[in-house]
């Protein structure tokens, strides 16, 4: 063999055994990083626990949802878990992300049912909520969404006094369901106007009125209660042709009011001789209390004065039967449905005309007072009655320009 040819060999077979080396460091390598990946264990749980909760402390929010998902994971069992999901829950609320810390409070209310701060999960489930009606609102870019949002919030604050009656939250929770619900109400009044603008005034009164029943203590109430009687003034419900017509056809309908509701459980309707010389009552020689025909506004005979639904408690609700700017209406009314005795009366003014009110029943909740509505008698129930808060009716009382 040549000297060429010899070196020419030489440096193929050291070529091929560097070759050689290489591809045998690699596998080597390659060997020793999959052995350690197997070999390595997460953290004990305490040590992920305490990074999550000083990423909390330093309102590193994303580290530290990242820490107690780790947790979760890692440690399903841990007796830290159920602690790190409600501050998972926390940190998740506190970068917005709304959704997740629903989604988590749920978790904490279906896996721990019976943990003593139930209470906790259930509030910032309903905080998570509020805050993104509250977006909504502010942006007033889809206020159909907005809507929907304050109504979903509004029930899982009402599941937190369902199920915490006596929460530590619950006094903060009053003041948002107070918003919301102040926003729904006007939402439902601007509807309830753009109707009568538009000529629909059912679907005015119907707006209106689920202001007067659900939100009845908001700003907006009253609003609602002077829409609901234009619209009847406008329809002129109780003096139309169709009305008289329908009442005549109805006559023959038994209108008399079962004796299982009572205007008050447990009260009577006995008034003292003071409260009846305030009401401008008098009582005749058989014994029967007659209204007096005061000058401004005489109340009806056979009905309880304005004086006995301010006796009344504020937060309740009753049924106002009928609603007419002509007093005689609400005599032939009590005679054609034999409510004598029992239906209370009140007046006040709407854009300068004096109203004229029969209210029956006091109901603890609306879902009460609906139920008590479903129980009148067709041809009252075909009158379209509907629920009010006593309280509204009460401020309407006590308004001066309603009683000069």
């Known amino acids: 063999m040549t000297t060429q040819g010899s070196l020419l060999l030489h440096l193929r077979l050291r070529t091929g055994l560097v070759l050689l080396v290489l591809l045998t460091s690699g596998l080597g390598l390659s060997g020793c990083a999959t052995t350690g990946s197997q070999k390595s264990a997460p953290p004990p749980a305490e040590n992920i626990y305490s990074e999550g909760r000083k990423a909390l402390q330093a309102q590193d929010y994303p580290l530290a949802s990242s820490h107690f998902r780790q ?122 106007r753009k109707m009568i603008e538009q000529g629909n005034h059912a679907s005015a009164i119907v707006h209106a009125r689920n202001v007067v029943e659900n939100y009845p203590n908001t700003r907006s109430a009253a609003d609602a209660l002077a829409i609901v009687d234009m619209g009847y003034e406008i329809m002129a419900i109780d003096n139309s042709d169709d009305n008289r017509t329908e009442i005549q056809q109805q006559s023959s309908v038994p209108a008399v009011i079962s004796s299982t509701m009572p205007m008050v459980t447990g009260q009577t309707h006995t008034e003292t001789v003071e409260e009846m010389d305030e009401a401008g009552m008098e009582a005749n020689s058989s014994g029967a209390v007659q209204a007096v025909q005061v000058a401004k506004q005489p109340r009806p005979s056979g009905t309880l004065p304005s004086s006995w639904i301010k006796q009344q408690p504020a937060d309740q609700y009753t049924i106002q039967l009928v609603s007419t700017v002509d007093s005689d209406t609400l005599t032939q009314f009590i005679k054609r449905h034999k409510l004598a005795d029992q239906v209370a009366y009140y007046h006040k003014k709407v854009n300068g005309k004096t109203w004229h009110a029969l209210v029956y029943g006091v109901y603890p909740s609306v879902a009460e007072a609906r139920q008590a509505v479903a129980a009148l008698p067709t041809a009252l129930r075909n009158n379209k009655p509907w629920i009010q808060g006593i309280q509204t009716i009460q401020q309407a009382i006590d308004d001066p320009a309603n009683n000069p």
Do not use: C, W
């Open 71 to 192: 947790l979760e994971i890692y440690y399903p069992d841990s007796p830290y878990n159920h602690q790190a999901q409600m501050e998972l829950a926390y940190a998740y609320f506190k970068s917005g992300d709304y959704s997740s810390s629903i989604a988590t409070t749920d978790r904490l209310i279906r896996n721990y049912p019976d943990n003593n701060n139930q209470d906790y999960p259930r509030y910032l489930k309903a905080l998570a909520s509020y805050e993104q009606a509250v977006a909504l609102i502010e942006a007033d870019t889809d206020r159909h969404a907005a809507i929907l949002a304050a109504q979903t919030a509004l029930q899982y604050f009402n599941e937190l006094k369902t199920n915490s009656p006596d929460s530590k939250y619950q006094q903060d929770a009053d003041k948002r369901v107070a918003y919301l619900q102040e926003q729904l109400a006007q939402y439902e009044v601007t509807l309830a």
